[in-house]
């Protein structure tokens, strides 16, 4: 049952990571234009599809029985907040 919550949690952690990507991404901000040619290897989807990656990852060790993982999760969330909050805002 733990585990089962646990997943759920990293996975609504998840969709909250891939909102505030996408929201940067449509934000056109300058920044993103300094970024490698890679980076805009198909609109820049290929930075949704290593965020899907990462996800997939954690919630697999986590229904595997690495709970840990949800914290390391919570702190990899935490950061993109931060940084979705300094660039939506304006102040990167």
């Not at 997939?56 to 229904?63: D, E, N, R, S, Y």
């Amino acid at each position: 049952m733990v585990g089962t919550v646990a997943v759920i949690f990293v996975f609504l952690m998840g969709i909250g990571n891939f909102a505030m990507h996408k929201a940067v991404l449509e934000s056109g901000h300058p920044l993103l234009g300094r970024m490698p040619w890679f980076v805009h290897m198909l609109g820049g989807r290929i930075t949704l599809v290593t965020e899907f990656l990462v996800l997939l990852a954690a919630m697999l060790l986590v229904g595997n029985g690495w709970p840990a993982i949800v914290w390391a999760y919570l702190g990899y969330t935490a950061l993109n907040i931060a940084s979705a909050w300094l660039i939506l805002t304006g102040r990167v």
